[in-house]
């Protein structure tokens, strides 16, 4: 039996490998290994590991990496330990095949680790831009050392094959958070609420900022438009959740608990779970922030995204999207556009160019017959262009 080790580091990453590990777990000629590091071990970030506990896998190596500072230089510290201890946790294993998913410089540390190792590395979500953060350097450096790839739409292909990966390696399978969309039970509003035991009211905004890694002082001064913003719809309560483990992240968790406490309107919590965050978004008037969810996953919900800044620039959008800058003019005339009822109606035309939801089986039937080589060659583009 091929032993397929899945890899974690957060709880968005660990919402959109869920149903494919699923399906791993459930294959008779399959063996599926969990691997977990990164926030999902801090307390700070909500334990996140017990949700994938409870989800009925059975976590095969932890790892723990993060260090309590959030500075750039922590970050590269916490990847020095990460890769030790993956270190251990791939010779101890002795997987197959190692999965990853986008752009976390967890996932590159285990990458590292798995290409020196010479074990086959297979990369989900390759080939796509978010021009703002580190983690655009991060994604293609992942390519490079992955055997196969799964991308979610044609034009991610096109770019991976242009990095020099064999075109039948690379394969278009759609987004894989999508699935959630046809697979996974919402709860109802009243669930909701009574799941996070907060007396959360409609219409809300569902809010999610994270640091910009490239432009820190945009990533300030952002926020501080938003929260400005947000104080002008005193009718609309908002639901924030934390940001990623980046560094610049304590600050932004700190502004936005100042901005929660005592409030009668505003909430914050460290980590909903997918199940309470899909259902979240399908009852929010908007979902805002600068998260790769409201470009990828929201649309097919057909409710409004506000894209703010540049993090995300470069991604393929829906017409649903509303990108606007980190000024508290746009912002404003964007929350204003988003929350008018003629945009409303373009949001339920909106068709989701992330593919259809049916991914972990498409994944599944190339997982299984793939013939993994020692070596990769790299393709020129002379190649590229006579082969597709």
């Known amino acids: 039996m091929r032993k397929i ?13 869920y149903w494919l590990m699923h399906a791993i777990k459930h ?51 916490s990847m020095g330990i990460a890769l030790i201890g993956f270190a251990d946790a791939l010779a101890q294993l002795k997987p197959d095949v190692l999965v990853v998913l986008g752009d976390r410089t967890e996932a590159l540390a285990i990458a590292q680790a798995a290409l020196i190792m010479n074990i086959p590395l297979v990369h989900l979500h390759g080939g796509e831009l978010s021009q703002g953060a580190y983690d655009d350097a991060v994604r293609h450096a992942i ?22 990966e064999d075109p ?27 799941h996070l035991q907060i007396p959360l009211q409609k219409p809300y905004f569902l809010v999610t900022y994270h640091p910009v890694t490239l432009l820190e002082k945009a990533s300030k001064e952002g ?39 005592g409030s009668s309107r505003a909430f914050i919590f460290n980590s909903l779970g ?46 649903s999207i509303i990108h606007s800058s980190d000024q508290y003019d746009a912002l404003k005339e964007a929350f204003q556009k988003g929350l008018s009822p003629a945009f409303g109606e373009i949001c339920e035309r909106t068709i989701n160019p992330y593919g259809d939801g049916c991914v972990s089986s498409r994944i599944l039937s190339i997982l299984k017959k793939h013939q993994f080589s020692k070596t990769k060659p790299f393709k020129d583009m002379e190649f590229i262009n006579e082969t597709t």
């Not at 932890?62 to 590269?76: F, G, K, P, Y």
């Not at 009718?235 to 929660?260: K, M, R, S, W």
């Not at 399908?282 to 993090?311: C, Q």
């Open 27 to 77: 294959d008779d000629e399959l063996t599926l290994q969990v691997i977990v590091s990164g926030a999902h071990l801090s307390a700070h970030h909500g334990n996140t590991w017990q949700a994938i506990v409870a989800d009925g896998f059975n976590i095969d190596a932890r790892v723990e990496m993060l260090l309590a500072s959030d500075s750039a230089s922590s970050i590269v510290k």
């Open 143 to 164: 390519t490079k050392m992955a055997s196969l790839h799964f991308v979610a739409t044609e034009t991610y292909r096109r770019r991976v094959i242009q990095l020099g």
């Open 274 to 319: 997918f199940q309470n965050y899909l259902t979240a978004v399908a009852h929010a008037a908007l979902v805002v922030g600068n998260s790769s969810s409201g470009i990828i996953e929201v649309p097919s919900f057909k409710v409004p995204t506000i894209n703010i800044g540049r993090r995300q620039q470069g991604r393929l959008a829906a017409d």
């Open 168 to 194: 039948s390696t690379v394969f278009n399978v759609g987004a894989t958070g999508l699935e959630h969309v046809t697979r996974t039970k919402r709860h109802t509003f009243d669930e909701l609420i009574n």
């Open 223 to 261: 926020l501080v438009s938003l929260l400005q913003v947000l104080d002008d719809y005193k009718d609309y309560h908002v639901l924030f959740t934390y940001p990623n483990a980046d560094n610049g992240g304590h600050e932004i968790i700190l502004q936005l608990e100042q901005y929660c406490k």
């Open 5 to 17: 080790a899945v890899f974690t580091g957060t709880r968005a990453e660990y919402g959109l490998l």
